[in-house]
């Protein structure tokens, strides 16, 4: 059950205020997993999904700073999640997280920004496939830590007729470091990562239905990020 949220409510398609003719869309859930250790440092986890939706809040048009939104008919969203844990020798651990997504309309509908949108089209924002990797290390005797992380993401389509030119899919590595250090109830720790380590150009978000089919947002180049914290046990 997903009440619209003020934002959604704020602007309607004729201009004239608040949208009070939105309904809150209505979902059904399901899904089935299992988990499994494969020997005695490996978990594997899977899980199978379905989600059906009544009354989709979609984007009926979007121009000059302003987004109006209606009902769709019925969505479906159908997937398949996999992730493997494993803890290998001197510290180090992986992780791989895939995730597998068909988000479509299940009913035909319109709007003012795409026209009829028939069957079976694809949810805009919405990538079908995303990856999530990484290998860890740790010492636990010098609390020393580092990682690299890979991240993947595949093509979105920029809103809901399918016609426009998709966000196409990118691949991302990141690199962290940190320390921790232990002084009776004290713990203090410091990290420095870095995101997009080889600076690629890519489409981080879309602005769905733009009227004026400014459709993307690029996302930062390479960024880094440095903390510190300290934190006292009772």
């Known amino acids: 059950f997903e009440t619209p949220t003020l934002n959604e409510l704020f602007y309607s398609g004729n201009g004239n205020g608040f949208n009070f003719g939105l309904k809150p869309a209505r979902s059904t859930h399901l899904e089935v ?3 499994a250790f494969l020997g005695s440092d490996t978990r594997a986890n899977l899980a199978l999904f379905q989600v059906r939706t009544d009354d989709e809040l979609v984007v009926d048009i979007s121009s000059g700073g302003r987004t109006s939104y209606k009902n769709a008919s019925r969505t479906l969203r159908q997937g398949v999640e996999l992730a493997v844990d494993s803890t290998w020798s001197h510290g180090f651990t992986s992780r791989v997280a895939l995730t597998g997504l068909r988000a479509v309309y299940d009913d035909s509908f319109t709007s003012t920004s795409s026209g009829t949108v028939p069957a079976g089209n694809r949810i805009p924002a919405v990538p079908a496939a ?3 990797g990484e290998l860890a290390w740790k010492d636990p005797l010098t609390g ?4 690299v992380e890979t991240i993947a993401r595949g093509k979105m389509y920029v809103e809901d007729s399918n016609t426009q030119q998709a966000a196409p899919g ?3 590595i990141n690199l962290r470091v940190g320390a921790e250090q232990k002084s009776g109830p004290w713990v203090f720790k410091q990290f420095v990562r870095v995101d997009n380590l080889f600076d690629r150009q890519y489409i981080g978000s879309v602005v769905v239905g733009d009227a004026n089919g ?7 180049g390479r960024n880094w990020l440095a903390g510190v914290s300290v934190r006292y046990r009772y």
């Open 130 to 132: 995303t990856l999530f």
């Open 33 to 35: 997993g299992a988990k």
């Open 144 to 147: 020393l830590s580092a990682g």
């Open 214 to 220: 400014r459709f993307y947002e690029p996302a930062p």
């Open 170 to 172: 990118y691949a991302l």
